[in-house]
């Protein structure tokens, strides 16, 4: 049972990794160039997941884990159990999905768009 709550916690932690991954990610490329091979996947994947609803497959892991555990399982997505339930009272809205992956797609566009801006000023 120990086990089942330890696994339960590491994919809450890799889940919460990824998603702090995919809307900060792009900050991140600009220090070591080579991780846009990792990051734009991921962020193309988390705005993915966000604009269409899809299921993500680590909170479907997390969820039977739970149940694995003898805790209960959350309904709705990651976000709106961790993020959205600390940040705002009310329940997770579509519009409020569609406002997340904007953000996400800004954020990254802004870190890729001043990376590739200071490469062009390194080569003049």
Sequence with gaps: MLLSHVLVDLVLLLHGAFALFVVV???????WRLLAWLHLPC?????????????????????????????????????????????????LTRSMQLALAAIVVV???????SLWLRRAGAHR
Excluded at 107 to 113: M, P
């Design 25 to 31: 990610g792009g900050w991140l490329v600009r220090r």
């Design 43 to 91: 962020a193309a994947w988390g705005a993915t997941v966000e604009l269409t609803g899809w299921p993500c497959p680590l909170t479907g892991l997390e969820n039977s884990l739970r149940a694995a555990a003898g805790e209960t399982p959350y309904s709705g997505d990651f976000l709106q159990h961790y993020v959205t339930a600390a940040l705002y009272p009310a329940a």
């Design 107 to 113: 954020v990254n566009l802004a870190a890729y768009r």
